[in-house]
Structures are given as C-alpha cells and as structure tokens.
C-alpha cells in the first residue's frame, strides 16, 4: 500500500472535552490535541509549564512554537502574557510543516475560542505567515522544522519559552531526536524552558542527551496508575524544575528510555524508527514492562 503523505480530506474541526475544536491527521494518524481539552491544553502544558504569567512582567519576551498547527499554543501564550501585562513586548517563531492547517483554524467555529486581538493574530499569522502590531512581532516558517530550525540558529534566536508540540514520537519520530533536540536547545536563553506534553522515557532521555535538564509537569487531582505525568518541562538550570518522581527516574533506566536518532537530521519517519527498534533489541537494560510490574502501572 502506498503510504498517505497528503492529508485527502479538508480539516474537519472535532469537539474536545472543553468546548475548543481539534483536527484529526490522516497522515500521521493522530488527533492535535488531547481529548479531554484542546485549549486547555495550551494553557497548561504549554504557557503556564513554562511560566509565562510570572514571566510577563519583563518587558520582552521571545517564544518559539514547534508544530504551530492551528496556533493554539501561540494564542494561550499571548492571552496569558497580555492578561497580566499588556505592554510586554512578545517575538514569535512558529515552524510548521504544513501551511493548510493555520489557514483552516482560522476560520470559525475554530477560531472564536480566542479573544477579538487574538483572533486577529492569528488570521494574520495563517494568511501571511507574519503578524506586526505595536507589541507583537510574529512569523511562521513554513517547512520541515528540521531545515526550518537552521534560520533561528543563524540568528542566535533565543527563546524564554518553546513550545515542543509534534505528533507523538512513534508518529513523528524526526522531531523527537537527540539531534534535533540539539538544535532546539540552541535556540534556548540560559533562564528559558521547553515544555512538551510527552513524558516518554525516549524523549526524555534525548533532552538530557542534547544538554538540557529535566522536570515533570505534575498531574492535577485524583491520578490512576498510569497517569503519572502530563508531560515534561526542560530547562539548562535545573533548580527551577519540578523533579521526577522515583518511578519517572527509573522509567530513565529502562529499555524505554533509548533515544530516537537521526544523524543527519534528515532521515524518514521509517529508518528512524528501525533504527531505534535495533537498539532497542540489542540493550540490556530492565524491560518496560518489567518496570509496570515493579511500580504497579496498568
Ligand atoms: C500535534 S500538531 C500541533 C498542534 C499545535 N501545536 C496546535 O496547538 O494546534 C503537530 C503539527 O506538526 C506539524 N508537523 C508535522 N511534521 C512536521 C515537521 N517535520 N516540521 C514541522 N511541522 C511538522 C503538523 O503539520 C501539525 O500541524
């Protein structure tokens, strides 16, 4: 069978738990966001895990939104950061692969969980690829964020907050490799922090591979055994992390934890993973599943 590389039909939104609107990939197989909340995702995971309503009082603050998608995580992080300080002078970069999917969140019902302003960020970011307002500058670059990466390293961009949001890795494995983690982490101010709704043992063990310290973005309320995180939080000063829990730690030991790699960052999604498979195969260390057992984990 040929494989999909082109999405055949048009975005259609889907319902989340929340009330905001998601798409579904064909190509990669996969929802954009959780379930159980698109937008509450966004403020979650993304702005609030990397601190941006403390972080509002600067007068400056730079962002890099990895997989832009429909924009959510650039639109929580400017309601967030305004909300607070509406004279904070934000720079965005967002790198998405696919210029459809912003152009068809931009038009309702998707669009109007946002505010009016936002709103109109958004239009301007989907339709050309940049947005200039007295307090915003905003562009997206269009292609494989492994290229697209490169224009921000020449730049010596540094970011106070990314957004890390691919498809999960066994979908979109080129974007959760130790070598690309390298180049994003380039693109990290000293004081920054990444956040990602991952909390893989194999993408946590490429943050660390690419230099970068690690932390939990705890789970809020009443967790079954497998909820035991919503997702990471990578910084290069540790101290100011949430610090796995013994169970994440060892999740770090086990064969799970074998990083995806992609030495010329431009491999497909298949050798990545084969790659990654053969290491698996060829380690000694604990099996996941044996980990389960020993924490419990349904
Ligand atoms: C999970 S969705 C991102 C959701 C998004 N952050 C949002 O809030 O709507 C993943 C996105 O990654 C994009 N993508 C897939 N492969 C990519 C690549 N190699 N480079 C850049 N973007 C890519 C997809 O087109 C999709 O929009």
């Known amino acids: 069978m040929t494989p999909l590389t082109q999405q055949s039909i048009a975005w259609i939104p889907r319902l989340t738990e929340d009330g905001s609107f998601t798409f579904f990939s064909e190509v990669f197989n996969e929802t954009f966001h959780s379930r159980q909340g698109a937008k509450q995702e966004a403020f979650l995971k993304f702005a609030q895990a990397t601190d941006l309503e403390s972080r509002s009082q600067q007068s400056h603050l730079r962002l890099l939104d990895v997989c832009y998608g429909l924009g959510y995580n650039t639109a929580a992080a400017i309601e967030t950061i305004w909300a607070t300080n509406p004279d904070c002078q934000i720079e965005i970069y967002g790198l998405e692969l696919d210029e459809t999917v912003p152009r068809a969140a931009i038009a309702p019902p998707v669009l109007e969980i946002w505010t009016p302003k936002v709103q109109e960020i958004l239009q301007a970011i989907a339709q050309h690829q940049v947005c200039k307002l007295p307090h915003l500058n905003a562009k997206l670059l269009i292609g494989d964020a492994r290229q697209t990466i490169q224009h921000l390293t020449?730049?010596?961009?540094?970011?106070?907050?990314?957004?890390?949001?691919?498809?999960?890795?066994?979908?979109?494995?080129?974007?959760?490799?130790?070598?690309?983690?390298?180049?994003?982490?380039?693109?990290?101010?000293?004081?920054?922090?990444?956040?990602?709704?991952?909390?893989?043992?194999?993408?946590?063990?490429?943050?660390?591979?690419a230099g970068l310290n690690i932390g939990t973005i705890p789970m809020a309320g009443v967790q079954r055994s497998h909820e035991w995180s919503q997702g990471t939080v990578a910084a290069f000063d540790a101290g100011r992390l949430h610090p796995l829990a013994q169970m994440e730690q060892e999740h770090l030991q086990t064969r799970a934890a074998i990083a995806y790699r992609d030495p010329d960052l431009s491999d497909t999604a298949a050798t990545i993973l084969t790659r990654h498979q053969q290491e698996q195969q060829a380690c000694t260390q604990e099996s996941t599943s044996s980990w389960r057992r020993r924490w419990g984990i349904d």
Request: hydrophobic share 45%; charged share 25%.
């Open 154 to 209: 020449d730049l010596d961009f540094q970011a106070d907050a990314i957004f890390f949001d691919p498809f999960s890795p066994r979908r979109c494995p080129q974007l959760w490799t130790v070598e690309f983690f390298r180049q994003v982490a380039k693109c990290l101010a000293p004081e920054g922090k990444l956040a990602t709704y991952s909390r893989s043992a194999a993408v946590r063990s490429a943050l660390l591979a």
